[in-house]
Each structure stands twice: as C-alpha cells, then as structure tokens.
C-alpha cells in the first residue's frame, strides 16, 4: 500500500526535524519526507492539516495479559489500546504465567503478537527460571526466540552471587539486563514510607530499598561490565545514585512511569486503590526529582507501566489491592502535559517516548535499530499521528484496554491520537 500523509508538522526528535511537510510511504517505509514528488501515485491520502506527524511511540513497559492473565486482558485488547495510544512498538516484561524463560513461550507470544498487524512486541525474557532467583535462563536461546533483554519484572533478586553471575554472563554476550531496583525484605511495603503511611496506618517502603539495591547493582557493573536497564525509579536519592552513575561513565540507563511523573503519596486520598502501585507513590519531592531528570536526561525515557488489573483484584482495601493501573492509551498525553507545565520544546518530550527509548534497546533491535523511533527516509514507516491541542477527558470505561482501572479517571488531559501506522498500514484511525 502506498500511504500519502499531506500537510502535517513533521517532527521528528532524533535530529531536531520540525517543520510543515508531507510523509509519502510504500511498502512499509518512508520513501519522502517535506516535499514529495508529485508523481508519486498514492493508494490513500491522509490530510494532517493542523496535526503532528512523528515516529511511533516506543512504550519500555506494558503488560499484554498472555499468557495465563487472560482474566485481566487479552492480547487482542492491549495490543487496540496501544495502537489507540500511538504506541508502534513495546516492551513486554517477562511475568507471565508461565513466566517467559522457555523460547517457546517467546516465539508463541510474538507469532500471535505479529499476526494481529498491530503493534510489535519486543519480550523480557526471564532473567532466572521461573523468576526464583535461584538457576539462570538459557539466555542465548531466548535471544534467539526474539527476547531483547532480560528481567526479573517486579521479583527482587535475593542471592547477590546468582545477580553477579547473571550480569558476567549478560555481559560476556552483550546482552542488557533489565531491572527494578529495590531490595528484597525492605521493599514489601504498599505505600512509600512517610507520615502519609504512618497516619494511614500502611505499610512502608522506604527510599533506601532502592538506594540499596542501586548501589549493589553499581558495584557488580563496575566489576562485569555488564549494561544494565534500570526500570521504574522512584526517588530522589535514587535519581542521584544514577546521575552520579552516569557521569562515572557506568553503560547504565533508566526510566520511569508516567505515574510517577504525575502523582505523589497524597493522591492515595482516603485509600483509592487505584493509586497501589509498583513502587509505590513517593513523596512531592520526589515527583519533583523524578520531572527534572526527565528533563535533564538523566532519566533516558518514560514508560506508561501499562499493567491490566481485573475489576476484583482492583476493588479491595487498599493494602490487599493488586497494584498496576492501565496506561498505554495515556502515555502519549501525559508526556504532553508534563512537557507543557515543564515549558519543553515539543521534540524533547516527545523523544522520550520515541527515540530515547529506542536508544536504551539498541542492537536487540535488529534491522530496526536504525530506523525506529525515527523520521527518516528509507526507515520503517511506523508513525503516529496526534492533534496536540486536542484536549479529553479520561473515561475508563472508554477505554480500549481491558484494564479499565487508571489513576487519572477524570483528568483532562492534552493530545488525541488520530492515526497510528505500523510497518506502513493503518492500525488505528480515531472517530469522528
């Protein structure tokens, strides 16, 4: 199919493309950018006067509901509300039921992932078997069955000999090592410790979970070498073990959730659940670190955390709730709003969820690695197609996700997706 985009404002944050053109794609890559060739003889034309053409979004965390979550979602729904959410590409982690440590579990995941014509879909693969801490994965294998890195998702790694183990061997092969950083008996809390939880009579978390477990993680990269992904920070000191991290010259990177960028402790109000979350929601200073180093690009990218939760397991008290909220149809705009109240030009907001994310996956792309993320002629045409002064207000129920549980019910927020292509084809055109 031959796709002509006219009249959009192309911008492309890689290079620092803004500018009024048009997008002329076949066969799945972008042929023109600006000004193309009126030859060029098109199957459908789409008029983006008055809206922004951009790489596809690169989303670093969404969980899909396959395996063995079906109950929560299913992949046909997540995979609509990524497309919805201009997400072209995402990160699966690798706490599925079965856990992602067999090839076939990968392959299986991707074949159905790829028959939908949807997004595409990267996994984790499982850093141990099972994700018990306890034997390493057949991490050639998996990366072989598709897997661009691998993880633990949300299980702390106890045994500091299996984490030093794992990363000689990551790092004897290339291979990046995703993880969360928090330690395994301080981070078992439900809320961020503080007065907020004292009060509310919640178990804590404290900051030092994470410094710990950075600070451990620090030691065994300086010894292996090994490249490390740091996922989902959460604090202040934190962000501070990472830019002093950074500026040691350590091959690490990290981002955070759009949770997180957004809201503290006391948004828990009088025990919504819908704010349980992994890590838990930290204090206004906090917030305030994590939207600076965003900024600043000591945080390399924002991730929505998409993680579906079924209506029974969201509706208890807040303590024995399941923590996760739904994200990939909000990633988009949430950038948007943190980008305006920080005053960033539009390319560096959206290069954290496009080109900066797929600098932190790199090589694992493959042929992609190139291209995506990117406006670039003879690229892959992966685009997203938004009206930034479009305003809406979150409905869950709206929602295409099966997860209908988010933080931000009622917010209204900036930026409609109108069109998201992927591999050159139309995979979601808004309504009206």
């Given at each position: 199919?031959?796709?002509?985009?006219?009249?959009?404002?192309?911008?492309?944050?890689?290079?620092?493309?803004?500018?009024?053109?048009?997008?002329?794609?076949?066969?799945?890559?972008?042929?023109?950018?600006?000004?193309?060739?009126?030859?060029?003889?098109?199957?459908?034309?789409?008029?983006?006067?008055?809206?922004?053409?951009?790489?596809?979004?690169?989303?670093?965390?969404?969980?899909?509901?396959?395996?063995?979550?079906?109950?929560?979602?299913?992949?046909?729904?997540?995979?609509?509300?990524?497309?919805?959410?201009?997400?072209?590409?995402?990160?699966?982690?690798?706490?599925?039921?079965?856990?992602?440590?067999?090839?076939?579990?990968?392959?299986?995941?991707?074949?159905?992932?790829?028959?939908?014509?949807?997004?595409?879909?990267?996994?984790?693969?499982?850093?141990?078997?099972?994700?018990?801490?306890?034997?390493?994965?057949?991490?050639?294998?998996?990366?072989?069955?598709?897997?661009?890195?691998?993880?633990?998702?949300?299980?702390?790694?106890?045994?500091?000999?299996?984490?030093?183990?794992?990363?000689?061997?990551?790092?004897?092969?290339?291979?990046?090592?995703?993880?969360?950083?928090?330690?395994?008996?301080?981070?078992?809390?439900?809320?961020?410790?503080?007065?907020?939880?004292?009060?509310?009579?919640?178990?804590?978390?404290?900051?030092?979970?994470?410094?710990?477990?950075?600070?451990?993680?620090?030691?065994?990269?300086?010894?292996?070498?090994?490249?490390?992904?740091?996922?989902?920070?959460?604090?202040?000191?934190?962000?501070?073990?990472?830019?002093?991290?950074?500026?040691?010259?350590?091959?690490?990177?990290?981002?955070?959730?759009?949770?997180?960028?957004?809201?503290?402790?006391?948004?828990?109000?009088?025990?919504?659940?819908?704010?349980?979350?992994?890590?838990?929601?930290?204090?206004?200073?906090?917030?305030?670190?994590?939207?600076?180093?965003?900024?600043?690009?000591?945080?390399?990218?924002?991730?929505?955390?998409?993680?579906?939760?079924?209506?029974?397991?969201?509706?208890?008290?807040?303590a024995e709730a399941e923590p996760g909220a739904t994200g990939l149809e909000l990633l988009l705009s949430l950038a948007l709003k943190w980008g305006t109240e920080t005053k960033l030009p539009l390319t560096r907001t959206l290069a954290t969820i496009t080109s900066a994310s797929v600098a932190v996956l790199g090589d694992a792309l493959g042929s992609?690695?190139?291209?995506?993320?990117?406006?670039?002629?003879?690229?892959?045409?992966?685009?997203?197609?938004?009206?930034?002064?479009?305003?809406?207000?979150?409905?869950?129920?709206?929602?295409?996700?099966?997860?209908?549980?988010?933080?931000?019910?009622?917010?209204?927020?900036?930026?409609?997706?109108?069109?998201?292509?992927?591999?050159?084809?139309?995979?979601?055109?808004?309504?009206?």
């Amino acid at each position: 199919m031959k796709l002509l985009i006219q009249n959009g404002r192309l911008i492309d944050p890689a290079t620092g493309r803004d500018e009024l053109g048009d997008v002329a794609i076949a066969a799945g890559r972008i042929v023109a950018l600006g000004k193309v060739s009126a030859d060029f003889g098109s199957d459908r034309v789409i008029d983006a006067a008055g809206l922004i053409v951009a790489p596809g979004l690169v989303d670093l965390a969404a969980r899909l509901g396959e395996p063995g979550h079906e109950h929560e979602a299913m992949l046909e729904s997540e995979m609509a509300a990524a497309v919805a959410g201009g997400v072209t590409s995402l990160v699966c982690p690798p706490d599925t039921d079965p856990v992602l440590d067999e090839p076939g579990l990968v392959q299986m995941l991707k074949f159905r992932a790829r028959n939908l014509n949807l997004a595409r879909v990267f996994p984790l693969g499982a850093l141990t078997r099972g994700l018990q801490g306890e034997v390493l994965t057949e991490m050639a294998e998996l990366t072989e069955a598709g897997c661009v890195g691998f993880s633990q998702a949300e299980v702390a790694l106890k045994d500091t000999l299996v984490l030093h183990r794992a990363l000689q061997y990551a790092s004897t092969f290339g291979y990046t090592t995703w993880l969360r950083p928090t330690d395994a008996w301080l981070g078992n809390g439900v809320a961020a410790k503080g007065p907020l939880a004292t009060r509310m009579g919640l178990s804590g978390v404290p900051v030092i979970a994470e410094t710990i477990a950075l600070a451990t993680l620090f030691e065994l990269v300086r010894d292996t070498g090994a490249r490390v992904h740091l996922c989902r920070l959460s604090s202040a000191a934190g962000i501070e073990l990472v830019r002093r991290a950074k500026a040691e010259g350590l091959p690490v990177t990290c981002d955070v959730s759009v949770n997180h960028l957004h809201l503290t402790d006391i948004d828990i109000g009088y025990f919504n659940a819908a704010m349980r979350l992994t890590p838990p929601l930290r204090q206004q200073r906090d917030r305030d670190a994590i939207r600076a180093a965003l900024a600043d690009g000591t945080i390399d990218a924002l991730a929505s955390d998409h993680t579906p939760v079924a209506a029974d397991a969201k509706n208890l008290p807040f303590a024995e709730a399941e923590p996760g909220a739904t994200g990939l149809e909000l990633l988009l705009s949430l950038a948007l709003k943190w980008g305006t109240e920080t005053k960033l030009p539009l390319t560096r907001t959206l290069a954290t969820i496009t080109s900066a994310s797929v600098a932190v996956l790199g090589d694992a792309l493959g042929s992609l690695s190139a291209s995506a993320g990117r406006l670039v002629e003879g690229g892959v045409a992966d685009l997203c197609v938004f009206d930034a002064g479009a305003r809406w207000t979150v409905a869950p129920g709206a929602l295409k996700s099966q997860g209908k549980h988010t933080p931000f019910s009622g917010y209204e927020l900036p930026g409609r997706v109108r069109c998201t292509i992927v591999a050159g084809g139309v995979a979601y055109e808004a309504q009206g």
